[in-house]
């Protein structure tokens, strides 16, 4: 098990996947990615996690679900749904009900395919945001049903679990992605790359983060 070297990492092109990516490839002989097109609204981030692979020299797998779209329309994937926050306890706008149930169902058996024990999300619970399907005890059960469904021993890996958004920047700034991290990934609604638009709920969350983690970093020198 502990001799496998190859891992795979669920790629979005985002600030938390291309901070996992850097933390597999630090951990792992061989990474390869893999990002899922389901119609996103801004098609940017399929170009902006091939660009980023191509750049860190890793194999890119693109996989068509525009299946979910079908099963969920919502904000991410339809122009005419807004994005804003969930309130009062309702799940955020953005929400797909099981996307990663199956992105990491399909990771793994990508993983299985190319030989792969350790596949890599940027899941976090700990700025849980609603999405039932990025905590701990989910990813803990679907690494045993994974396990059980391939009759293999898989390890899916969670790095960014228990941190929060300042910890995130931290963890790309020790891995030596910190100026690459915040130029070169797409966090933003709007597509815009790097520190986006700045006014959409998924600009707030980096720049929070962001200017957090600075201003620790400032403190500590
Ligand atoms: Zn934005």
């Not at 669920?10 to 097109?37: I, N, P, R, Y």
Request: net charge negative; with cysteine; glycine share 8%.
């Amino acid at each position: 098990m502990e001799t496998n070297q190859k891992a795979v990492v669920v790629f979005s092109g985002g600030q938390d996947s291309t901070t996992c990516l850097f933390w597999a490839m630090q951990k792992f002989a061989h990474v390869e990615v893999v990002t899922f097109d389901y119609d996103q609204r801004h098609k940017a981030e399929v170009e902006v996690a091939k660009e980023i692979a191509e750049d860190q020299q890793v194999t890119h797998h693109v996989l068509d679900m525009s299946l979910l779209n079908q099963l969920a329309p919502n904000a991410l994937t339809r122009d005419d749904i807004e994005v804003k926050d969930g309130e009062d306890g309702e799940l955020p706008s953005t929400f797909v009900p099981g996307r990663n149930l199956l992105f990491l169902s399909f990771a793994t058996i990508l993983a299985r395919q190319i030989g792969a024990k350790h596949v890599v999300t940027g899941v976090c619970e700990t700025d849980f945001s609603g999405y039932p399907d990025c905590r701990d005890v989910f990813v803990k059960s679907l690494n045993v049903t994974l396990n059980l469904s391939m009759d293999d021993e898989f390890v899916v890996h969670t790095p960014l679990m228990w941190l929060d958004k300042a910890e995130t920047w931290g963890m790309a700034d020790e891995l030596g992605a910190f100026d690459y991290v915040r130029t070169k990934t797409l966090t933003c609604y709007n597509g815009v790359r790097g520190d986006g638009c700045g006014e959409c709920p998924a600009c707030h969350l980096r720049k929070n983060g962001l200017d957090t983690y600075l201003a620790q970093k400032g403190e500590s020198q």
